[in-house]
């Protein structure tokens, strides 16, 4: 009788975790739908930087090489950062350029974070972060980011901006895949909800 019971208890319990999957794959469905909707938005704003076709602006200067536009973008952060710092204050997000089609924002963190410094004296400072923004809230590229001291190199910064914008296309075909699965995984978990537990009378007689 016991076994039956235990048999039963598990079925239930299976079917609880079939119910949970089913909701949390659906979720995550629609969370990869919304934001490869975001991402297939915004591919007609791609521009080509590629080469000789390079541009961005920083501030209100247009600059056509790579290296002096970096050095130009990281000039921007460091002054917010200084000027975060001696006011004791942060920055809320402001633009402060384009670069393939997209616009370049940038922050200073309201508080500053403790670190220690080439000397390894304990000091503090306000962290600026900068990103690509796009339509339906798109932002890109949020991982950047310029502490007290870093060393940062300007070409590097605008390939990494670059790197972004062209690798749209891609990240959206990753979503999109992404979206199919957790559907699918959606779809077979619901296709094994609703079974009723399954007892013959004989089994009953040999395990009670």
Avoid at 108 to 125: H, I, S
């Amino acid at each position: 009788m016991r076994r039956l019971e235990m048999a039963e208890e598990a079925h239930y319990a299976n079917q609880s975790n079939l119910k949970h999957q089913k909701a949390k794959s659906d979720r995550e469905a629609e969370s990869y739908r919304q934001h490869t909707e975001s991402l297939e938005a915004n591919l007609a704003r791609v521009k080509d930087t590629a080469g000789d076709k390079f541009v961005m602006k920083v501030r209100a200067s247009d600059f056509a090489k790579r290296e002096d536009a970096g050095r130009a973008l990281l000039t921007t952060l460091k002054r917010m950062q200084a000027s975060a710092q001696e006011q004791h204050v942060g920055i809320d997000t402001m633009k402060i350029g384009e670069i393939g089609g997209f616009d370049l924002m940038a922050k200073v963190d309201d508080r500053p974070t403790a670190y220690r410094d080439e000397n390894g004296k304990q000091t503090a400072n306000r962290v600026v972060e900068w990103w690509l923004a796009g339509d339906q809230k798109l932002s890109m590229g949020r991982d950047h980011a310029l502490r007290f001291g870093d060393d940062v190199s300007p070409m590097g910064t605008v390939r990494a901006l670059e790197n972004a914008v062209q690798g749209l296309a891609g990240r959206a075909e990753v979503t999109r895949k992404a979206e199919q699965e957790a559907a699918q995984k959606a779809r077979d978990a619901e296709s094994r909800i609703g079974g009723k537990f399954n007892s013959h009378r004989r089994d009953y007689d040999r395990v009670s």
